[in-house]
């Protein structure tokens, strides 16, 4: 009987791999936070038994995750920090790019999770937050042109992250973070701000200067019933443009060439060219 081959998420982990895992748990247990410091290298080689090679690739990983910095010099060594959501979520969005996934599938989820941080943030709003909010949709207002219409689909995703940083669930947060830089990268991929698409814009602008009177209003049940209706409102929309692109979130050759993102590999001969 043939054996069936070992999953490529099963394979062995590396020396430098486990030595990472066991800093964290170190870092974790230990309580340490941002700006404490690991031993230098001789202590790690000590501690594992490794080589400077396998320590400075176990350290490299941890920076490359963002969890610390290596600083050079007398004074230098790993600096940890405290790691952004940035990292995480573009690993995630580089994972579900060969998902096949669509619009209909990221707004299963955004319609659920944005009605509810919507209504975690209500009470929780400073003036200065107040004046954020009120300084993008005042942004949103005046953007005109091709250009400035891919820059307000920023601004109107940049609406939500600003809610996200107020929510008090750091999980509820960083999905609806993740799903927002999802659109954000479809933006950028299906060109997704053509002018025409101007009732979109006015049904974005509209449904935000209701959010902001309702919070201002410390209305939790209009909050969520506006939210619920605006994301319908959005799904609806990118649907739309869906079907007006017949193309997939997976990065495709044919969009990146038409809207100026060709990748410089198709410049690669490849093994069928002709000599």
Known sequence: MAQTPVSASRRRPKLAELISDDIKRWIAAESL????????????????????????????ILEVE?????????????????????PASRMLRNFLHFQQLDGRQVYQLRKLLEVELAASVVGRLTEHDFQQLEANMSACACCGGEEDHRRQRFLELEFHQLLARVCPNPLLAFMCQFLNDMLRDLVVIK??????????????????????????????????????????????HMSALETEMAAQMLFSGDLLHAHNHRSKLHDLPTENASV
């Open 33 to 60: 936070g941002e700006g404490d410091r690991l031993p230098n290298e001789k202590a790690l080689m000590e501690l594992y038994g490794s080589a400077k090679a396998t320590v400075r690739e176990a350290l490299k």
């Open 191 to 236: 060109k997704a701000y053509v002018p025409e698409r101007k009732q979109f814009d006015h049904a974005n602008q509209d449904y935000h200067r209701q959010l902001v009177e309702a919070y201002r209003a410390e209305d939790t049940q209009r909050v969520r019933n506006i939210m619920a209706e605006h994301m319908a409102d959005a799904e609806h």
């Open 66 to 86: 963002g969890l610390i910095t290596l600083k050079t010099g007398p004074k230098g060594g790993a600096v940890i920090n405290q790691p952004g959501m940035e």
